[in-house]
């Protein structure tokens, strides 16, 4: 008898050391299936099975499957999911010092140079994303981000007054819309496009890729050719999901991990060219601001920075990105 229970500790030992070599991620992305995003996740994923013999398995859900960005982190949060794609607003939420790389008129056009400060802060947001408990696989460009509206306005004056869509709870939106002396709107995402064709707002803000894949350019006369901001993303999973797989297998997923990443963001750059393009040829006018404007850019930037220092983003954060620039 004694044998016989000293057989089944034995087993069950066995048995629990395989389970836990074994890591299932789930994670949820609001991109849907058939976009370059998805391929590239799919194929991360099936790499990171071979290579790691079977023992980390990702699980992507695909086109809001798991809900909003905000849901997909409640359920990180409570174990239902591993994982998710976070940007803007929802990665402030976990950590708000990535959100500096995003202050209104800070690049202008110029999207190579956000992301080298992008790359150079890496170290330094990873340090705190650990903190809050998520390990980043890798950092990603959404775009530059761009004015649509339905009135024309021939500079940022004239955009005093219009009814801009905003989302709700986004800090450095509000202080944007507060600063530019905007009529915010807060909306639900999906409702921006019903209330671009009702009147109930004149103008919305995304990158160009979005604009097309949210339909929103059927619904307006006029891209502002004057970027506002540039937008991140970041590919998070908790530590709790982390520390399941061994430390071999981890060098793994970040190996494989930081291919894919350099791929999402190659088909990004190229597919905000190809939106912007095909805005345009929809019948999109694009307005070019006048010389001026940026002088009135840079003012608004530092009193944007300024509002939001150590309440969204610390001085620290603030005084690590001047340097990069």
């Known amino acids: 008898m004694k044998r016989n229970f000293v057989a089944i500790i034995f087993l069950s030992l066995i048995f629990s050391l395989g389970t836990q070599a074994a890591s299932r991620i789930k994670v949820g992305v609001l991109a849907p299936e058939g976009t370059n995003w998805a391929k590239h996740m799919k194929s991360m994923g099936k790499e990171i099975k071979t290579k790691t013999n079977g023992e980390v398995k990702f699980k992507f859900y695909f086109g809001g499957a798991q809900g909003d960005e905000i849901d997909v982190l409640r359920k990180v949060r409570i174990n239902q999911l591993q994982g998710g794609i976070f940007t803007g607003k929802t990665l402030g939420d976990i950590h708000g010092d990535t959100r500096v790389?995003?202050?209104?008129?800070?690049?202008?056009n110029d999207r190579a140079k956000a992301w080298s400060s992008v790359e150079k802060l890496t170290p330094y947001f990873n340090k705190g994303l650990n903190k809050e408990g998520f390990q980043n696989l890798g950092f990603f460009e959404i775009g530059l981000v761009y004015f649509v509206s339905q009135t024309k306005t021939?500079?940022?004056?004239?955009?005093?007054?219009?009814?801009?869509?905003?989302?709700?709870?986004?800090?450095?939106?509000?202080?944007?819309?507060?600063k530019m002396k905007l009529i915010s709107v807060p909306l639900p995402l999906p409702d921006v496009l019903s209330s671009l064709s009702t009147g109930v707002i004149e103008a919305a803000y995304a990158p160009a890729m979005p604009i097309i894949a949210l339909q929103w350019s059927s619904k307006v006369k006029y891209l502002v050719d004057f970027p506002i901001?540039?937008?991140?993303?970041?590919?998070?999973?908790?530590?709790?999901?982390?520390?399941?797989?061994?430390?071999?297998?981890?060098?793994?997923?970040k190996e494989v991990?930081?291919?894919?990443?350099?791929?999402?963001?190659?088909?990004?750059?190229?597919?905000n060219v190809d939106a912007l393009k095909s805005i345009q040829a929809n019948g999109v006018e694009f307005l070019k601001f006048p010389k001026a404007d940026e002088e009135t850019a840079k003012k608004l930037k530092q009193e944007i920075m300024t509002k939001l220092k150590g309440k969204l983003f610390s001085d620290d954060a603030l005084k690590k990105l001047k340097a990069t620039l």
């Open 101 to 108: 790389v995003e202050i209104p008129f800070l690049f202008g």
């Open 154 to 178: 021939e500079n940022l004056a004239a955009l005093k007054g219009v009814k801009i869509w905003s989302w709700e709870g986004d800090r450095i939106v509000e202080a944007m819309i507060e």
């Open 229 to 253: 901001a540039f937008s991140l993303g970041s590919f998070l999973i908790s530590q709790k999901a982390w520390s399941t797989i061994s430390a071999a297998n981890q060098k793994i997923v």
């Open 257 to 271: 991990a930081k291919v894919y990443m350099a791929k999402v963001n190659a088909s990004n750059i190229a597919d």
